[in-house]
T-cell receptor, first 114, second 114 residues
Framework: AQSVTQPDIHITVSEGASLELRCNYS??????LFWYVQSPGQGLQLLLK??????LVQGIKGFEAEFMRSQSSFNLRKPSVHWSDAAEYFC????????????FGTGTLLAVQP | EAGVAQSPRYKIIEKRQSVAFWCNPI?????LYWYQQILGQGPKLLIQ????????DSQLPKDRFSAERLKGVDSTLKIQPAKLEDSAVYLC????????????FGQGTRLTVV
């Protein structure tokens, strides 16, 4: 069965420091992979997505993610974190091909220290 | 482009009462999803529509939850009767026919059952 694991429930980084959020997936075929961000009281905003091609994907707000098939991972990175990046981040795998049914991880809550 | 609209934003009801949520997807989006997000968890798909037909409702508790999308545009999700464990954020999302667009989410309805 398809699944997504986000091992880190909560991460705290200092403003200006680099960030990496981990995501591991389980899916039989080539996955569609997504990262979403959710600010308090808000819906989910798409940061970036991987369908095929270049394994390093650029997204909005300076985020990037790398698809690594050998490790079944799709980790999210940002070289320098801003205070406004504090939010919850969800990794998701698109199961079911064109239906794009999303299966989400449990999320990583990011806190940013001044 | 207007986003996915949901109402109400917040709802408090007593257990055993009924409640309904409304969603208006992005114009032209054929696929509509309802997700349930319990505090501390990632969103879980309840039901997926393609136009006005149900594609996937395998995780919808059909003894108390129902959803419809009569004209292939707006959708309503109903709970009757509500239980304490139904307290969650209910997210509506939609997707266009172009894969690259990804799934777009509304701000959600926060339901509290007391």
């Amino acid at each position: 069965a398809q699944s997504v694991t986000q091992p880190d429930i909560h991460i705290t980084v200092s403003e200006g420091a680099s960030l990496e959020l981990r995501c591991n997936y389980s899916y039989g075929a080539t996955p569609y992979l997504f990262w979403y961000v959710q600010s308090p009281g808000q819906g989910l905003q798409l940061l970036l997505k991987y369908f095929s091609g270049d394994t390093l994907v650029q997204g909005i707000k300076g985020f990037e993610a790398e698809f690594m098939r050998s490790q079944s991972s799709f980790n999210l990175r940002k070289p320098s974190v801003h205070w406004s990046d504090a939010a919850e981040y969800f990794c998701a795998v698109g199961a079911g091909g064109a239906t794009n049914k999303l299966i989400f991880g449990t999320g990583t809550l990011l806190a940013v220290q001044p | 482009e207007a986003g996915v609209a949901q109402s109400p934003r917040y709802k408090i009801i007593e257990k055993r009462q009924s409640v309904a949520f409304w969603c208006n997807p992005i114009s032209g989006h054929a696929t509509l999803y309802w997700y349930q997000q319990i505090l501390g968890q990632g969103p879980k798909l309840l039901i997926q529509f393609q136009n006005n037909g149900v594609v996937d409702d395998s995780q919808l508790p059909k003894d108390r939850f129902s959803a419809e999308r009569l004209k292939g545009v707006d959708s309503t999700l109903k709970i009757q009767p509500a239980k304490l464990e139904d307290s969650a954020v209910y997210l509506c999302a939609s997707r266009g026919n172009t894969e690259a667009l990804g799934v777009r989410f509304g701000q959600g309805t926060r339901l509290t059952v007391v």
